[in-house]
């Protein structure tokens, strides 16, 4: 049994409605679930992704007003990637970010595709990266109630970077216990530093890959608005889920066991270098408690939070989003 990839990222942000801004009317994502943080339900919770919410395709944040700035370094997830059709689509971003004043590096290699690094308005550090017909996971079905062209849309997830210290006891959890493989190595992008490591799952693919950046230069990360909370990786249904929380607990790493989202089945776990990582069920999505045609436009609570409603409700701050 083996993980499919990625499931999502989830990201802090400190002001949700610009967020949801940046998200859907720039990178032109589609806003797929909104719902609260069902460990803080004071806290929104906004999940992005393609036409139909699928797994390997969202991006998510949790709304923490007031969250201060990051301090960038080890033990982090140091970056998150965005998959698009092509290198053209690149060329298209490129000049999208100049019109609208957003940070971006130019087009470069890594691990020998096409990318373009950049920043939302809060610095979470962002790289699209071009598939250009390259085999694995299958992309998302692209959002076309936007003014970004479907043929240079994000369509899913791409590789996360993990920036550590010491990389051996993380490349060890990755290989002998959620079963990745190493695919490759690409030189560093900030200097003189080891290479980046790539592992790979699943059927492989921009959607399938964690790089290890090696950086004993860093601090450890000071998390705040713009940074990774955790990484989820895909398991397809809940048998397999089942496999994998009793694996998870007999490779004696410390996790939540079993957690209920309603949406998936999620397990956590943090791996050596303290990053937090997730698997999550494929099953049973986003469209189970709304019409697809509908999905994010009106607050979602999973059953068990339902009876809760009013209560939620009033806690939660308004959040006015401008769908025109």
Known sequence: MKLLG????????????????????????????KTVNQDNTESYHLFYGDAKGS??????????????????????????????????????????????????????????RDSLAFQDYEGTRLVLVADNDEQGVAAGVPWDKTDVPVEHAIIGLGPVTLTVGVPDKTIK???????????????????????ILVFTTGEGGSGAEVHIETRPDLPRERPGRGS???????????EEYDYWAQK????????????????????????????????????????????????????????FLEPRRADIEANLRPLELDRK
Do not use: C
């Not at 959890?173 to 290479?195: I, R």
């Not at 049973?284 to 009106?298: N, W």
């Open 228 to 238: 990774v909370h955790h990484v989820a990786f895909r398991v397809p249904n809940e």
């Open 248 to 303: 998870i607990a007999a490779s004696g790493l410390m996790n939540s066991g079993k957690v209920e989202r309603y949406y998936f089945k999620a397990l956590y776990f943090r791996e050596p270098n303290h990053i937090l990582f997730e698997l999550s069920t494929d099953t049973p999505g986003f469209d189970v408690d709304e019409p697809i045609e509908t999905l994010g436009e009106k607050l979602a609570l999973p059953p």
């Open 6 to 33: 990625l499931h999502h990222v989830s990201i802090l942000t400190g002001k949700a409605e610009r967020n949801f801004q940046f998200y859907t009317k720039i990178l032109g994502l589609r806003l797929v679930k």
């Open 55 to 112: 797994p390997g395709t969202e991006i998510t944040f949790f709304d923490i007003p007031g969250l201060g700035h990051t301090y960038p370094g080890i033990g982090s997830i140091s970056s998150t990637s965005l998959r698009v059709k092509d290198t053209d689509a690149l060329h298209y971003w490129t000049e999208r970010f100049k019109q609208f004043g957003i940070q971006h590096g130019q087009i470069e290699k890594r691990n020998n």
């Open 173 to 195: 959890v990755l290989t002998e216990v959620m079963g990745f493989t190493q695919a490759g190595t690409y030189p560093s992008l900030a200097g003189d530093f080891p290479d």
